[in-house]
């Protein structure tokens, strides 16, 4: 059984490839969102041997993410099961595009094996694409005898609304002061011995005229910042 320990103790890519525009905006957000004492909150945790184990590594591989979707939207557990399947392909991407931005630019002492890769893989030893579900069936031994990867990135997310109920006008006139969240809990796990390197957990959260999305990039975004694996700039 695949299994991880978090650490009990704890936004770079948000709009890092959008429009400067929005990027700018959601920039403002963010300042605003801090001077009504709604800021995000973030911790994190690096293990103090951490410099031993970078130094051994060369690859390390994204596994999908553990997504739950709060039942304030549906009663209906079946289609939240089924909704949150598919936001696990989002986030997972999301995540993906946060670590290759930085990856293209040189910033990590490792490589980050591309999803495609991963997929590739699996298909390759067991004849299915990698998800939460099936990972749960299988040994950390296993998912990295199968990636061929040094270490392994794992995470949750709960949201607080599916990403593709999109606001209306009225929406945003009855939804003032309120707000989406996005909480991650996201850790780099070693291979070898299944021992905790890194975590970072994060709870963000934006004015509802926004899309829910808005407030999972932010999340996200912070733990790219936070992300361990980089060169001494």
Not at 52 to 69: G, N, Q, W
Request: contains cysteine.
């Amino acid at each position: 059984m695949l299994t991880f320990t978090f650490h009990r103790t704890s936004s770079g890519y948000s709009g890092m490839q959008r429009d400067p525009i929005v990027w700018t905006g959601l920039a403002i957000l963010a300042m605003v969102a801090f001077a009504h004492g709604c800021a995000p909150i973030y911790t994190a945790y690096t293990n103090p041997e951490f410099k031993r184990y970078e130094s051994a590594h060369s690859k390390i591989a994204l596994l999908p993410f553990d997504v739950t979707l709060e039942p304030n939207f549906t009663t209906n557990r079946d289609r939240r099961d089924r909704m949150e399947a598919q936001h696990e392909s989002m986030i997972s991407k999301m995540v993906w595009d946060g670590l290759s931005w930085y990856q293209k630019r040189n910033s990590y002492t490792v490589e980050i094996q591309s999803l495609d890769e991963r997929d590739r893989l699996f298909i390759q030893a067991i004849g299915r694409r990698p998800s939460h579900k099936l990972l749960t069936t299988l040994t950390t031994s296993d998912v990295c005898k199968i990636l061929k990867a040094d270490a392994l990135i794992v995470g949750n997310m709960t949201l607080s609304r599916p990403f593709h109920i999109e606001p209306t006008h009225l929406s945003r006139l009855m939804s003032f002061g309120k707000f989406d969240r996005a909480s991650i809990n996201m850790s780099v796990h070693e291979c070898g011995e299944n021992k905790l390197l890194w975590n970072y957990k994060h709870a963000a959260k934006v004015v509802q005229h926004n899309t829910p999305r808005d407030a999972a990039e932010l999340a996200i975004g912070r733990a790219m910042l936070e992300f361990p694996y980089k060169h001494i700039q």
